[in-house]
């Protein structure tokens, strides 16, 4: 981790949350007078399990893993943080030290504002807290909606659905890197990192994607939709 800076501030950011679009001026100018930015490299913990909760996180650029250890051998990926994503609102209103970690998988630019900052926002602007209570609620939604749709799949569905998410959600283009490794897919999908490797073998031998390396392209995207939806 490194401190990062930027030519702009919070007010003229291209990367500004759309919670902050009914701050004043003055609380837009406390934001970014106490906002640190900083650059994480691919495999570096942005937020660790058990850390206090001292900054309400903002990805601006990257991508990141949601993570939580089952027990000192498992790790199960609960989500992905990508751009334009909160850190710590699960948690930063409740607890005092976070419940899971954040793990960059691919280079990561963020912004961490002081939570007793945005409290004392909150506490002056009631559209500012709304705000709040509605990202929470649709952060929440989103994980549970991925993990009950994960969960009602079976393993060809499962890793349908992670393809299309990353092809159409978070890079939108049907050729991208695939940002983590099999065994993560595996603790992504609950399922073992060999049966994650012979299904995008099926995959590839299908014609639906193709495999260079890292590198994923789907070549069928019906038909990749079609087993996503049949689970």
């Known amino acids: 981790m490194e401190i990062h800076t930027t030519s702009y501030d919070c007010q003229h950011c291209p990367f500004k949350s759309k919670l902050y679009i009914d701050l004043y001026a003055e609380e837009m100018q406390i934001i970014d007078e106490s906002r640190k930015e900083f650059f994480y490299k691919k495999g570096e913990v942005i937020c660790g399990e058990g850390d206090d909760l001292g900054n309400l996180i903002y990805i601006t650029k990257g991508l990141g893993k949601l993570h939580k250890k089952e027990n000192m051998k498992t790790d199960q990926i609960i989500n992905f943080v990508v751009p334009y994503d909160f850190i710590g609102f699960l948690s930063i ?90 065994k993560e897919i595996a603790e992504l999908i609950n399922m073992t990192t060999e049966n994650v490797i012979r299904i995008l073998s099926e995959f590839r031998q299908d014609g ?22 049949a689970g």
């Open 93 to 182: 209103f409740s607890e005092t030290k976070s419940k899971y970690s954040v793990t960059a998988i691919e280079d990561t630019v963020a912004c961490a504002v002081p939570v007793d900052i945005i409290k004392q926002i909150i506490l002056s602007n009631g559209k500012f807290a709304m705000k709040i209570i509605e990202n929470m609620s649709k952060v929440t939604d989103d994980i549970l909606e991925t993990r009950f749709k994960l969960n009602k799949k079976h393993l060809r569905g499962r890793i349908a659905y992670v393809i299309l998410f990353l092809s159409e959600e978070v890079y939108k283009n049907t050729t991208f890197t695939m940002p983590i490794s099999r």
């Open 208 to 229: 639906i994607i193709e495999i260079d390396g890292k590198t994923i392209k789907v070549l069928d995207t019906v038909l990749l939709k079609k087993i996503c939806e």
